[in-house]
């Protein structure tokens, strides 16, 4: 068996190419927010998720193989590295005191995490302020999920998801209400429920709002890291990509990270930095190492595309470019002492959407 690429830039290349299925393998997560129409790898420490879906994926080169004794990646026909699969957690197979699966609920994320998009929907999405990338609504109309958790449920799946599958941590998000701090006061409920039943470490991820009070309140309720996510730093690909969330000017955002950090501390903020919407990559290392700098970490990733999205069969980035920021980024991280591993909670430990932690030093 031969393999050309050191194993992170072939996590990296898969991220942009995708991966085609052969016998026996389930196309991963169909729908949805976060690693949607994807599949989970391990790759020794580090997982990542490979887009299954879209027209790059449908042409990559790369399939996985699952028909022999172990599951292997082959490019070109061509053996290139064993791999090992994310299998189906067992808390899948339960269901709530009030009947709801719990698989509706919550889901597992990469290999310890559960995450759970609370409000699944969006004040944005039935608009033009829609974000082009996002998937929020369709699980929903696809029956895969119920439009808002209960903490009482999260709770009880989440305590589940410990006992049956060691999930180590969690990821709460939500599509964005009318008045967002209504949305943002309920993901910080379902933190506490979550905490009290579980012990374990919790991230929540938001917009930022106007309300800077809203981190202590967030903290007193037991969350554990938070999340707001620019995209990216170039406020007219906001506008085309995001037209909503652009509305909320980047120093908004840079506003609330530094009162974020103030809170929850450096390492314990972080912001999505998606590649491939059409920015110049100066000025995103630079946002990036501006992040950096404060404490936040910037979990850049490859744009993925989403079925039923616009971006649907939009061709992920070059993995020579994400190599380069990540490369970067990488280095920023450790000038300045930030690590994925230092993170309690959230994306940033997680780290499946992304291949970053595998080029940190
Ligand atoms: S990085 Fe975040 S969105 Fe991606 S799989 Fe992990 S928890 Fe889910």
């Known amino acids: 068996m031969g393999n050309p690429l050191e194993t992170k830039e072939l996590m990296a290349e898969l991220q942009s190419k995708g991966i085609r299925i052969k016998q026996g393998s389930s196309n991963g997560r169909q729908g949805g927010a976060g690693p949607a129409n994807g599949k989970g790898l391990v790759f020794g420490k580090y997982q990542i998720t490979v887009p299954t879906a879209g027209d790059s994926a449908k042409n990559s080169h790369y399939t996985l193989h699952e028909d022999g004794e172990r599951p292997l990646i082959f490019k070109d026909g061509e053996v290139i590295s064993e791999v090992e699969l994310i299998g189906t957690p067992q808390f899948y197979g339960l269901h709530t005191a009030d009947g709801v699966p719990y698989h509706k609920i919550a889901l597992l994320h990469g290999r310890d995490c559960l995450a759970s998009t609370v409000i699944q929907t969006c004040f944005r999405w039935h608009g033009e302020e829609r974000c082009k990338f996002c998937g929020i609504g369709t699980s929903l109309s696809d029956n895969n999920t119920v439009s808002v958790k209960t903490p009482k449920q999260l709770a009880e799946v989440a305590e589940a998801a410990v006992r049956l599958d060691g999930v180590t941590h969690v990821t709460l998000t939500a599509g964005t209400t009318a008045n967002p701090l209504h949305g943002i006061k309920h993901l910080g409920d379902c933190a506490g429920a979550i905490k009290e039943a579980t012990g374990l470490p919790v991230h929540i991820q938001f917009e930022p709002v106007d309300d800077l009070s809203i981190y202590s309140h967030l903290k007193d309720c037991g969350v554990d890291t938070i999340g707001m996510h620019l995209e990216s730093f170039d406020q007219k690909v906001r506008e085309r990509i995001t037209p909503g969330k652009a509305k909320l000017s980047v120093s908004a955002y840079f506003e609330g990270f530094a009162k974020a950090v103030e809170v929850f501390g450096r390492n314990q ?25 404060m404490g936040v970490y910037p979990f850049v990733v490859p744009l993925r595309p989403v079925k039923g999205t616009p971006f649907a069969n939009m061709a992920p980035p ?43 030093r």
């Not at 920015?279 to 190492?289: R, S």
């Not at 020579?320 to 959230?346: C, F, H, P, Q, W």
């Open 269 to 293: 903020v972080s912001t999505y930095i998606i590649v491939g919407l059409g920015e110049d990559l100066a000025a995103t290392l630079a946002g990036c190492t501006r992040c950096i700098e």
């Open 318 to 360: 070059d993995p020579k470019t994400m190599v380069e920021i990540y490369g970067e980024v990488a280095k920023a991280l450790a000038d300045n002492g930030l690590r994925a591993a230092a993170s309690k909670a959230g994306c940033v430990r997680c780290g499946a959407c992304s291949a970053l932690p595998a080029f940190e």
